[in-house]
C-alpha cells in the first residue's frame, strides 16, 4: 500500500517537471490505491489519467497513449529505467520499501549454514538494503558477492528477464540469495546452483532451486516437442520496449530453413483469444521472455528466440 510519503515523493517529480496532465502507470498490487491517487492529484492541481492496462516491466511504457491523450507526462511506477527512449517525457518512481531483512536472516540462519560464498539479488523496491544485509552476512562470517545491474546501475537488481547483476560472480558462489518478496523475479535464472529467498511475506528463508529446475526441465521438453511440429507463429511485440523486429525476422528465416510453416504475427500484448482460428503448434516469442511460463493459458508449446537455433 501506497503511503501518504510515497505520495508527496511522486508529486515532488511531477511540480519538478511543471506537468498538469499526467498519464500514470500504476503496477497491479497498487490498483487498490487509484481512488486515493486521483484525490491526491487533484488536491495539488494536476489531472491525471490511470492506465489499467497490465504492466509487465520498465520495458513495457504506455508513452503512446499518453501522447495520444495529451499528457505532458508519463509516471511509470514501481520500476527503474531500463534506457527505453519514450515519446513522452517520462519519470519512474521506483517506490522504494524500507525493510529489516536481516532480522528474517538472524531467525533463519541455520538455512544459510552450508553456505559460504553467496551472492545477493532484489528488485529495485529493496536495492537500498543490499549493503545493510552485505555487511549482516559478513558478519557472520560469510563471503558476500555484490554485482551491479549493468541496465540500472543498482546493486543487486534483477528481473525476470535480467539477471547481469548476478552474471560476473555466478561461477563463484555457492548460492544465490534473494531478498524481497514472492518468486517471481529469482526464479527466472536458469542454474544449477541452489537459489534461496529471503521472503517478507513469509518471514522464512526458503530454498526456490526446485521451481528453478522444474522451469529448465519445461523449456527442454517444449524444445524436444517442438521439433516435430510444423505450423509456427513468431511473436513481435509493439511494445516499444519488447520490440524485437530483426530476432523476429531472424527466427522466421531460420524456422523456415528447417522446413516449418511461419508467420510472423504482431499485438501489443498476446493473448490466447487472438489466436482463435489459426492452427499454430508453436509461438516463437521474442518479447519479455517470462511470455513462455504461460504456455498453460495458450494451449501451445511456447518458445523463445534463442531456443529456435535447438529446434
Known sequence: MLKKQHMEEMFRLIRENS?????????????????????FF???????????EPCFGACDLRDRDAKLLGCDLLVHIGHADFGVKPDVKTIYYELRIDFD????????K????????????TTVQFVHEAERIKAFLENMGKEVFLGKNKKSGYPAHVLGCDYTAVSEFIDDVDCLLYFGSGAFHP???LIQKPILSVDMGSGRITDISENVRKLAIKRELSIEKARGMTNFAVYVSTKPGQMH?????????MLEEKGKHV????ADMLTPEKLIGMKVDVIVNTACPRIREDAGLFGKIILNYEDVKRI
Open 245 to 253: 523486429t530483426k530476432a523476429a525476422m531472424n527466427a522466421k528465416r
Open 263 to 266: 508467420v510472423l504475427i504482431s
Open 101 to 108: 531483512f536481516t532480522q528474517i536472516i538472524e531467525e533463519n
Open 42 to 52: 487533484a488536491e495539488n492541481g494536476v489531472d491525471a489519467i490511470f492506465s489499467v
Open 19 to 39: 506537468a498538469k496532465r499526467v498519464f500514470v502507470q500504476v503496477p497491479e498490487g497498487l490498483k487498490t490505491d487509484i481512488y486515493a491517487f486521483a484525490a
Open 187 to 189: 526464479s527466472g535464472i
Open 110 to 121: 541455520q538455512a544459510l549454514d552450508r553456505y559460504k560464498k553467496i551472492g545477493l539479488m
